[in-house]
């Protein structure tokens, strides 16, 4: 079914606006760079892709992606990481404005820390696209595309139940909960999603969380920073777990679920059932090797194409496709959002889901 948002409106409205002032222009200076009817904005138009820090293989494979599929299209492609940190993505952002992209895709490291950046976006005429992470506190953000954050949680809170049901029949287990950076806005969602799972299984003693630390505060691991999830890991284990075992631990994705991994083994203690997220090569060998117990499959060649199918509609002066007009409140709008579906992979089906990767599959061993 196909629903368009209010924002779709709007920026059709800007669209409008965009193609009388790129119409004056051509007038004046007999520029190349013309629209043809319909167009919201010329076809070799410079488009803005800002993304975080390399925290996960996703955000490196999605820079070449939007690199070739962007060029690929005829637009110009402006993409920068921002390794230096927000204020590094923020100036990347205003000089995005500053050189004229019509359409400005974010990842952002902080979600709710770029709405100076934002407006400015939004007073050039640009529409800004959140990419993976939602842009909160702002009007100026148009649309969102990512995979059903939500889900992942809930599909990683299945699987540890899964995983320690396995390996023993019936609880109480013991388990620990690892959360994302609390600056990304997808870090509250994938554990509010594991925990809509876990939750009543810990109200009913089938969970036994021996640290005590079920919320998210406590859960965090500030940068996805492997080294501050191994660090916790270490003082779970010391603290809680002398002498009792450690059944499974929920961790947010496949970097963290590596570091939990290596601190449980430094300690000497049995491999306990750990979740993650992003499908990355050493997680993926990990699985195949019987440690590291599920990971998410979010192909990041699927989202980055609908990402530029968005700027290309847009370019087009077409409507958006939208599939959620509800979910994503960003403390002043819905943000009307394009999701797709996450698959758990765990040893029973890493064979068959990654058979089209290029990266990963097809795996025959
Ligand atoms: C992405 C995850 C990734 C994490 C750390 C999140 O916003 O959705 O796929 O593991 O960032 O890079």
Known sequence: MRMFGKAGKAAAVAAIAALALTACGRTDSGSSTSTAG??????DSLIGVALPQKTSE???LAEKLFNDG??????????QFANGGVSEQQNQISAMVTKG????????????QLGTQLQQAKDSGATVIAYDRLLLNTENVDYYVAYDNFKVGVLQGEALLDGMKAKKASGPYNVELFAGSPDDANAKVFFDGAMSVLKPKIDDGTLKVLSGQTTFEQAVTQGWKAEN???RADTLLTGSYGTASLDGVLSPNDTLARAVLTSVKAAGKPLPVVTGQDSEVESVKSIIAGEQYSTINKDTRKLVEHAITMVKDLQAGKELEINDKESYKNGVKTVPAFLLPPQIVTAENVKTAYVDDPVLGPITK
């Open 101 to 112: 992209a019509k359409v400005i895709i974010v990842g952002a490291i902080d979600g709710a």
């Open 70 to 79: 962007l060029t690929g299209a005829g637009f110009k492609a402006d993409v």
């Open 229 to 231: 999830a191994q660090r």
């Open 38 to 43: 319909g167009e919201a904005f010329p076809k």
């Open 58 to 60: 996703n955000w490196v």
